[in-house]
């Protein structure tokens, strides 16, 4: 079992920037693929970003490329993800997840959730 606890969410005016944290506890962190989505209010639960185990292979969403970062430290067993630039339409509960598949943009193929943070982000 693994356990996910995001946070860093808060309000922000447009343009500004956040930083998210992801922290997990559970089985072995360094080994598994970290990714975040986000869901927005009657929308689907959307990728955006997610980094292999290494941290060497990055994958973003089109919309935030060049905007977001992700990140992670596997000594903290924690991944970031850094939001900057931030855009009204960037407002939703973001989540963290996790999976052992090798799989990055596929949200059914993530193992364990967190509880989401909210983010929002005012024109």
């Known amino acids: 079992q693994v356990h996910l606890v995001e946070s860093g969410g808060g309000l922000v005016q447009a343009g500004g920037s956040l930083r998210l944290s992801c922290a997990a506890s559970g089985r072995t962190f360094s080994s598994y693929v970290m990714g975040w989505f986000r869901q927005a209010p009657g929308k689907e639960r959307e990728f955006v970003a997610a980094?292999?185990?290494?941290?060497?292979?990055?994958y973003y969403a089109g919309s935030v490329k060049g905007r977001f970062t992700i990140s992670r430290d596997n000594a903290k067993n924690t991944v970031y993800l850094q939001m900057n630039s931030l855009k009204p339409e960037d407002t939703a509960v973001y989540y963290c997840?996790?999976?052992?598949?090798?799989?990055?943009?596929?949200?059914?193929?993530?193992?364990?959730w967190g509880q989401g943070t909210q983010v929002t982000v005012s024109s």
């Open positions: 997840a996790i999976n052992s598949r090798y799989q990055y943009r596929d949200k059914d193929k993530y193992d364990y």
């Open positions: 980094i292999s185990w290494s941290g060497g292979t990055t």
